[in-house]
Nanobody
Framework: VQLVESGGGLVQPGDSLTLSCVAS????????IGWFRQAPGKEREGVSY????????HYSDSAKGRFTISRDNAKNTVYLLMNSLKPEDTATYYC????????????????????WGQGTQVTVSS
């Protein structure tokens, strides 16, 4: 069971990036998948998630209107399209899977997610 993120990089304010999260050992559409980020010196925060099955999506206030989460079941991949990037979006971004349905109890929190990728760095700077 593994998640691998990719797609991070150095971009300028206003640019876009698409992060990818590829799963191996399990099918992404059977679990809620979340994107989190952690900036230096800050706590990890939830950015977005997509639910198992019908793929209902949710966004944090900072991501709403700029980020879009999506899933390609054929590629077993979840994406995070990030538009209008700001310097404050600079962080390491992680995808994670809620393999034990802990979100039903703990909500959208990192404690709900049992399997994590290694992270991909996003830096927004002019």
């Amino acid at each position: 069971v593994q998640l691998v993120e990719s797609g991070g990089g150095l971009v300028q304010p206003g640019d876009s990036l698409t992060l990818s999260c590829v799963a191996s050992g399990f099918f992404l559409d059977r679990y809620t998948i979340g994107w989190f980020r952690q900036a230096p010196g800050k706590e990890r925060e939830g950015v977005s998630y997509i639910t198992r099955g019908d793929g209902t999506t949710h966004y944090s206030d900072s991501a709403k209107g700029r980020f879009t989460i999506s899933r390609d079941n054929a590629k077993n991949t979840v994406y995070l399209l990030m538009n209008s990037l700001k310097p404050e979006d600079t962080a390491t971004y992680y995808c994670a899977a809620d393999l034990w349905s802990r979100m039903d109890i703990a909500g959208f929190s990192d404690v709900s997610f049992s399997t994590w990728g290694q992270g991909t760095q996003v830096t927004v700077s002019s």
